[in-house]
């Protein structure tokens, strides 16, 4: 809920903001207040979470402190559950509220407006029911006096935010959709303190390291969860993956692993002590940490068959921490030294310039991660460590420039993940009872009003969607007697065919008694050559059935628009038109054959 302070004699905004350390913008935006933002005796204006915490001094009490902060003695004693005759001491840490936690109904006020000027709005529309739940109010009708309590609302943004916390008993994943506001847990008994989820680009899958160090993989379009692989120690692994949302790169016993999520092969680069492995934009090489002949950290790129290693820097100081790609390829951040100091740095990869980020007032800068169009860098920066755990939630240009605090949090350190349209922010707060988070806030950099998402649980890590959540259909033949999913905004074309401007797929069968293996190489291999001179036949299994994939070679020609097929043995032959068919084809593009046969169901 919100809290709302009553303006005093001679209060400005711009004190207001400076008694609780918040951003200015912060305050206009959540009264939408507008130029000269001008506020009077008596107003109410709600006050976003800011550093409500004083270290108590010599002579302190709590009469003087309230004066000093223009807010009634008894919200401070009720704050701090203090016991008359409220003597403080010398140290103590005093929370002292930004004022009550409801609005008091003025004269004239309706739900729609109450709403609307304290941002209870989804979609950018007044989501006044919301008041109305949260007070249980039988109807519509408010009166002047009455308290109401203000909530916060789903923004109805794009995308998915996957979470970690132990909500539900244990560490698990969980999403959030800010469009409607839904919490949903995806594993049940898998995650960790320590996992962290990492999204494909196409937001149709998430990796992440969870009970026992096992790497799993979360496939939306399938609702499916498969094991890849184990670490001995899951805290610290990053993972990353290919443009083309396909393979997954990471490092595990002294090697670089290039993963393919669909085929389930494995590709191996011997590498020591190599961290942070990830994917140019390119596709075809990889960039890391590791140490040079001289044990010094240093960044390489690489390709991906394993050739032309090169060193791309010439580091004489300390360890690269926390190395992050821009998303176009043309930077680098790290942090360095290490825990206790952390400071950013960023890289040019065509000069080699280096850029420093000046960060927050103590040298402990975490979490740093791009912006979706590789211009900003958002990070938390530690601060105000004497009233106890709070970090500010800053961002910067990628040299260092326009530095600017967006929003305070009340933890240490907080991760902070950017919207897919790069306008928004998510970060981790309420860190208050026992250290860790227990809360998601996101802020529009437009309009910047923090809003709380999730509150309940501990919570440990967040990442968007770097794409709006996948729009999926269900596509539902009973004469092939296959179900499958496909991108909702392909057409059809035939009952067997649908296209789209990324893709394509097309279904048939085939009646051959002879085993799978001979059906996949006639199919391959046939007279005209529709994968090229070298397809490549990959054996897997479809509901427990014999199948196999069959990706084209290099020099499949054009007019296949990139077809690859599935093949699948049907549990039963079907007949159709009087002919028994013991296999199911699949034929699609090979983005995305492997996605639509892990969603397939044979009726």
């Not at 596709?283 to 991906?304: C, M």
């Not at 009872?433 to 501990?458: D, F, K």
């Not at 196999?548 to 032959?573: G, H, V």
């Amino acid at each position: 809920m919100q809290f709302f302070y009553i303006v005093r004699q001679g209060d400005t905004v711009s004190q207001i903001a400076k008694r609780w350390e918040l951003p200015i913008d912060s305050l206009i935006a959540a009264n939408r207040l507008v130029p000269p933002y001008t506020i009077y005796v008596g107003q109410q204006l709600s006050v976003p979470p800011g550093v409500d915490v004083i270290n108590v001094k010599a002579g302190d009490t709590v009469y003087k402190i309230s004066q000093a902060y223009s807010v009634p003695p008894a919200v401070i004693i009720q704050a701090n559950r203090l016991q008359p005759p409220y003597m403080l001491n010398i140290g103590q840490l005093l929370t002292v509220p930004p004022g009550v936690p409801y609005y008091v109904v003025q004269p004239g006020d309706t739900l729609f407006e109450i709403a609307r000027r304290f941002n209870v709005t989804t979609g950018g529309q007044s989501n006044f029911e919301l008041i109305r739940e949260a007070n249980r109010l039988p109807s519509y009708t408010i009166y002047p006096g009455m308290r109401l309590m203000i909530p916060y609302a789903p923004p109805g943004e794009n995308g998915l935010i996957a979470y970690i916390s132990n909500r539900g008993g244990e560490f698990d994943l969980w999403f959030y959709n800010p469009g409607n506001g839904v919490n949903r847990q995806v594993t049940f008994g898998l995650g960790e303190s320590y996992s962290v989820p990492f999204w494909s680009p196409d937001s149709s899958k998430i990796a992440f390291v969870g009970k026992n160090g096992i790497l799993y993989v979360v496939s939306l379009l399938t609702n499916t969860v498969a094991q890849i692989d184990q670490f001995s120690e899951g805290l610290g692994v990053f993972l990353d993956w290919s443009p083309d949302s396909q393979k997954l790169v990471y490092f595990n016993r002294n090697t670089i692993i290039l993963y393919n999520t669909g085929t389930h092969e494995a590709q191996i680069i011997n590498e020591s002590n190599a961290s942070d492995v990830q994917w140019f934009p390119n596709g075809i090489e990889l960039l890391y940490q590791a140490p040079d002949r001289n044990g010094v950290s240093q960044l390489f790129r690489i390709r991906i068959d394993g050739t032309e290693k090169v060193q791309i820097t010439q580091n004489t100081g300390g360890r690269y921490n926390h190395v992050r790609l821009s998303p176009d390829g043309n930077y680098v951040l790290y942090t360095t030294p290490g825990v206790s100091i952390s400071l950013i740095f960023t890289i040019d990869l065509s000069t080699g310039n280096l850029f420093e980020v000046k960060g927050g007032p103590l040298a402990k800068n975490y979490f740093p991660t791009w912006s979706p169009n590789s211009q900003d860098i958002a990070f938390s920066a530690t601060a105000f460590e004497d009233r106890g755990n709070f970090s500010l939630i800053k961002t910067t240009g990628r040299h260092g420039d326009n530095e600017r605090t967006r929003a305070i949090s009340d933890c240490f350190a907080t991760p902070v993940t950017w919207s897919p349209d790069g306008r928004k922010l998510a970060y981790l707060s309420g860190c208050k009872s026992n250290g860790q988070a227990s809360e998601i806030w996101m802020l529009n950099l437009t309009h910047p009003v923090p809003i709380r998402l999730v509150a309940g649980g501990t919570i440990t890590a967040l990442e968007w969607s770097p794409a709006p959540s996948p729009n999926l259909n269900r596509y539902t033949n009973p004469t092939f007697k296959v179900s499958f999913q496909y991108p909702a905004h392909w057409v059809r074309v035939t009952d067997e065919r649908y296209e789209g401007s990324d893709g394509f797929f097309q279904i048939g069968a085939i009646s051959s008694e002879d085993p799978i293996n001979t059906v996949c190489h006639n199919e391959a291999f046939q007279q005209l050559l529709p994968y090229g001179t070298q397809p490549r036949i990959v054996t897997t299994k479809v509901q427990n059935q014999e199948a196999c994939y069959i990706f084209p070679s290099k020099d499949q020609p054009p007019e296949m628009n990139n077809q690859a097929a599935l093949i699948a043995r049907y549990p039963t032959p079907v007949v159709i038109g009087g002919t028994s068919y013991q296999y199911f084809i699949l034929w699609a593009d090979q983005g995305h054959v492997t996605e639509i046969a892990g969603s397939l169901v044979f009726l």
